[in-house]
């Protein structure tokens, strides 16, 4: 099982996605628990404020430390004492960038993974400084607050939980499962506008269709994700792909490459 607890300001943006699809399902098999805290019930003032304008000037508001720090105390006391230690992660610009394998790490975590939604212009930086939270990050843009991102982080990791997708075999054929995008899909009907389904996928010759779907997802990566095959170590069986698509003129230039072995 993995657990979250999410500390945010805004609480309800977490039950109705929670209450959905693979997210549900983990909950309801018990793969996955999560907790939602608001941070205003960690407040010590009767107006329960959680935010105030910054030291030196500037527009906006600065999410204050004290009501995150006890928020977390509360949380790190409580795992304690059932026996457990925590993971503070921090969805931040500034993060480690969340990619397949880190989701993986994630998932296989065995401690109770806290996350922290900030909001605002910013958390008080005291905040880093007394917890040396974990940062992540989803990509090179800014988000109203932390929410989103803390919902994709549990996303990415609950799929990964065995027992939670229906076929386990899913997560391990999508894409970045390999560090290649995902080979293309298709069903029924066999022709839509005529446009009809390659033939090798209605062949029923199952290694013919296992190196068909490699070589589209080598083809797909090469022309839509470049950067994922830099300085990556290829197999035998793509190299071969890897040229059929060059003397196809599906590539329109080499590849630098290693090999295995």
Not at 96 to 120: D, F, K, W
Not at 160 to 181: T, Y
Request: glycine share 8%.
């Amino acid at each position: 099982m993995v657990r979250f607890d999410v500390l945010t300001l805004f609480p309800g943006m977490f039950a109705p996605v929670l209450a959905q699809s693979m997210l549900k399902r983990g909950q309801d098999k018990g793969l996955l628990a999560v907790r939602v805290h608001n941070l205003r019930d960690f407040t010590v003032d009767r107006h329960k404020v959680v935010d105030d304008t910054p030291y030196g000037g500037g527009a906006g508001m600065v999410m204050k430390a004290e009501p995150i720090l006890h928020a977390v105390a509360a949380v790190r006391s409580e795992a304690q004492s059932q026996g457990e230690e925590i993971r503070l992660l921090f969805p931040t610009p500034q993060g480690r960038p969340l990619t397949q394998s880190y989701a993986q790490e994630l998932a296989n975590e065995s401690r109770r993974m806290v996350i922290l939604c900030g909001h605002y212009e910013g958390v008080d930086e005291r905040v880093r400084l007394a917890l040396a939270p974990e940062e992540i990050s989803l990509g090179d843009y800014v988000l109203t607050g932390g929410e989103l991102p803390a919902l994709v982080l549990i996303d990415a990791t609950t799929r990964l939980v065995p027992g939670v997708l229906g076929d386990p075999s899913s997560a391990v054929d999508e894409s970045f499962s390999d560090s290649l995008l995902e080979y293309p899909q298709y069903t029924r009907p066999a022709e839509i506008e005529g446009i009809t389904v390659p033939e090798v996928l209605l062949s029923g010759h199952h290694e013919a269709i296992r190196l068909w779907r490699r070589k589209q997802a080598l083809r797909s990566t090469y022309l839509r994700r470049p950067d994922l095959l830099r300085d990556r170590m290829f197999t035998k069986e793509d190299r071969q792909l890897l040229n059929e698509l060059m003397n196809e003129g599906l590539l329109t230039a080499p590849l630098l490459c290693e090999e295995e072995g």
